[in-house]
């Protein structure tokens, strides 16, 4: 019997609690009230900012931010990491395509 409204957010620790612990996600959806589609997207939000984290992006909400927003100090460095990684893997990219054309023009025997 699902729940009325409330935020995924305050059942995450019991959430992932139980997901550690081996229950599925119907199982988790069962104790908290929960449909077995409601844990699934959360799990999958939850992974993806995860992955976020972990690749240095910073989370923001969805929207336009209130005008008395302040952005920290670390939302900034954050960002800033996440501009040069991007910038290095189009570089990257670029040099691989440079490569690939080189070879291709050597094996056609044009210059």
């Not at 409601?38 to 989370?59: C, P, S, V, W």
């Not at 900034?76 to 910038?87: D, M, N, P």
Request: net charge positive; charged share 40%; no cysteine.
């Amino acid at each position: 019997m699902p729940r009325s409204y409330g935020h995924m957010k305050e059942y995450e620790k019991e959430i992932l609690k139980l997901k550690e612990e081996g229950y599925t996600k119907r199982e988790i959806g069962e104790k908290l009230g929960f449909t077995k589609e409601q844990i699934h997207n959360f799990i999958t939000r939850y992974n993806a900012n995860q992955r976020k984290l972990a690749a240095g992006i910073a989370l923001r909400r969805k929207g336009r931010p209130p005008k008395d927003t302040v952005v920290s100090e670390q939302d900034k460095v954050t960002e800033l990491k996440y501009i040069l990684a991007r910038k290095e893997a189009k570089i990257k990219s670029l040099e691989m395509e440079n490569e690939l054309m080189r070879d291709f023009l050597s094996l056609t025997e044009r210059k």
